[in-house]
Nanobody, 120 residues
Framework: QVQLVESGGGSVQAGGALRLSCAVF??????MGWFRQAPGKEREGVAG???????SYADSVKGRFAISKDTAKNTLYLQMNSLKPEDTAMYYCAAGWGVNCLHRNTYKYWGQGTQVTVSS
């Protein structure tokens, strides 16, 4: 069993930055990732990281977001820079097993979400 607890969301102006954290309780699966869902839209993969540290990103966030993990602290992070209004969404941490750490079907465990709001 894996439990995930996100924190770090909030409101920021365009161009600003936020760092999301996800505390992982239980064992760490092969893939860890961040997803987001805006009202009326599908949940989409933002960033993923596998057990050896290989990362993958959605095209919309490449160069602006960075996923990382601290194994000693059992914590996953998402550093978000140069935020845009279109980044506004509920952000979810996820854990699972699969070959594609950016694909929703890889993930079995989900956090409760943390809201990110970017104003223009």
């Amino acid at each position: 069993q894996v439990q995930l607890v996100e924190s770090g969301g909030g409101s920021v102006q365009a161009g600003g930055a936020l760092r999301l954290s996800c505390a992982v309780f239980g064992y760490s699966p092969y893939c860890m990732g961040w997803f987001r869902q805006a009202p009326g839209k599908e949940r989409e993969g933002v960033a993923g990281i596998d057990s050896v540290g290989r990362t993958s990103y959605a095209d919309s966030v490449k160069g602006r977001f960075a996923i990382s993990k601290d194994t000693a602290k059992n914590t996953l992070y998402l550093q978000m820079n140069s935020l845009k209004p279109e980044d506004t969404a509920m952000y979810y941490c996820a854990a699972g097993w699969g070959v594609n750490c950016l694909h929703r079907n890889t993930y079995k465990y989900w956090g409760q979400g943390t809201q990110v709001t970017v104003s223009s």
